[in-house]
C-alpha cells in the first residue's frame, strides 16, 4: 500500500505549495552560485524556468526524442544540477543522467511532478530514485495545491531549511465549485466535471479570447503561487490515503482503454506498453494527422479532457523540432 504517511512524518520531505517552489529549495539545497546553469529538458512547461530565474540562475536545454529521452546532454562546466523528467508519470531511464552526473560532477534532481503513485520496474517510487526528487499531488488527486520535496541522499547544509507550516487561506470559489460538482458527479453519475469545465471555457473565451488559460506574461520568471501547501490539500490527501492503490488501478484501467479507442486514430504513441508499476498521469500522443477534434470529443464522452502540452519555454518555440507542438494528452485526473 502506498506509504502516504511518510509525506508527513519523514524530517527528509519538505511540502510546497507547487512543484515549482520544491524544485526552487532543491536548488537553494544543492548551494549553487549565482549563474551557474541548469540544465533542462526543451520540451518542458515554461513555469518551471521560474524556480530556475528566481534563483538566479542560468538554464541551458537538452532537446528530447519521440520517447521523451534525452538527445544527448550538452557538456558545460558551468552546469551543476541536471534535472531529469518521468514525463506523464513513465519512469525517465536515468543510466545517462547518472553517467553524466558522475563525469560531469553534477547534481541530478527528478522531476516527478506527472508522477504521484507512480514507481519504477524495480517497484521505488518515482521522485525517490536520485538524491533529490520532487512530486506534486494536484495533477494526480483533486487536491487544492501541494508538492513534496524528497532529500533522499543529500546532507542539508543549511539549518534554515525548515518546513513550512500549511496554509489556511481561503480557497477559490471555483475549487469549492468543483469539489462539489465532483461530489455530485460520483453520486449521481451526472458528467458535471466536464459541464463546468465547459461553462468556465465559454467564460474565460468570453473574457479572454483564449478557451484554455493562457500561460502568465512572466511565467518563465516568477513562480507566482504560493509557497505554502494549503491545509485542505493535507486533509484529503490523508483522507483518500486508503484509495491511493485504487487510484493508481483505475488509471492503469483508463491507459489501457484508451489505448484500445486510439487504434482507430492514426496518432503515434508515446509510450505504447503500459509498463509495470507505473500510474499514468494521462495518455499522451502525437497528432500526425490532424485526428485532435475526433480524440476530443471521445474524450470528453468519457468523462475526460484532452489538451496539448506543454506551454513551451518562448525561447526554444522557434528552433524546437515539429513534434514538440504536436502532443497532447487525455488527462485521467477525475
Ligand atoms: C514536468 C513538470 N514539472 C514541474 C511542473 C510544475 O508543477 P507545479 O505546477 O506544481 O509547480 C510542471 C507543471 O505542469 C510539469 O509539467
Excluded at 226 to 244: D, F, G, R, V
Aim: hydrophobic share 40%.
Amino acid at each position: 500500500m502506498y506509504n502516504l504517511n511518510s509525506l508527513f512524518t519523514s524530517k527528509n520531505i519538505f511540502l510546497y505549495g507547487c512543484a515549482r517552489h520544491a524544485f526552487k529549495a532543491s536548488l537553494q539545497l544543492v548551494n549553487l552560485n549565482h549563474d551557474d546553469t541548469v540544465l533542462i529538458p526543451s520540451f518542458i512547461c515554461r513555469d518551471l524556468l521560474s524556480s530556475i530565474y528566481e534563483n538566479n540562475l542560468r538554464i541551458k536545454f537538452y532537446s528530447v526524442n519521440k520517447n521523451l529521452e534525452p538527445e544527448y546532454l550538452p557538456v558545460d562546466s558551468n552546469i551543476k544540477a541536471v534535472l531529469a523528467v518521468n514525463y506523464f508519470g513513465f519512469p525517465q531511464d536515468l543510466e545517462i543522467f547518472r553517467t553524466y552526473c558522475k563525469k560531469n560532477n553534477c547534481v541530478l534532481i527528478e522531476d516527478n511532478a506527472h508522477g504521484f503513485l507512480s514507481f519504477d520496474q524495480e517497484g521505488t517510487e518515482l521522485g525517490r530514485r536520485t538524491n533529490i526528487g520532487f512530486t506534486s499531488f494536484r495533477k494526480i488527486i483533486p487536491v487544492f495545491d501541494g508538492s513534496a520535496l524528497f532529500i533522499n541522499n543529500y546532507k542539508i547544509q543549511k539549518s534554515e531549511f525548515l518546513k513550512l507550516s500549511p496554509s489556511d487561506a481561503r480557497l477559490p470559489f471555483r475549487f469549492i465549485l468543483k469539489k462539489f460538482a465532483r461530489l455530485i458527479q460520483r453520486n449521481m453519475n451526472i458528467p458535471l466535471i466536464i459541464y463546468l469545465e465547459d461553462l468556465s471555457r465559454l467564460m474565460r473565451l468570453l473574457f479572454t479570447g483564449s478557451r484554455i488559460p493562457k500561460p502568465l506574461k512572466n511565467a518563465e520568471k516568477i513562480i507566482g503561487r504560493p509557497i505554502n501547501i494549503h491545509s485542505s490539500s493535507i486533509a484529503t490527501l490523508k483522507q483518500l490515503a486508503a484509495t491511493l492503490d485504487e487510484e493508481r488501478k483505475r488509471r492503469r484501467n483508463l491507459y489501457v482503454k484508451f489505448l484500445k479507442i486510439l487504434e482507430d486514430y492514426e496518432v503515434e504513441l508515446i509510450f505504447s506498453k503500459l509498463i509495470d508499476n507505473v500510474s499514468p498521469y494521462g495518455l499522451p500522443f502525437i497528432d500526425n494527422n490532424n485526428n485532435i477534434i475526433g480524440i476530443k470529443k471521445i474524450a470528453r464522452e468519457n468523462g475526460f479532457t484532452c489538451e496539448k502540452w506543454p506551454d513551451l519555454p518562448i525561447s526554444i518555440m522557434s528552433s524546437c523540432p515539429d513534434f514538440y507542438k504536436n502532443i497532447y494528452f487525455i488527462d485521467f485526473l477525475e
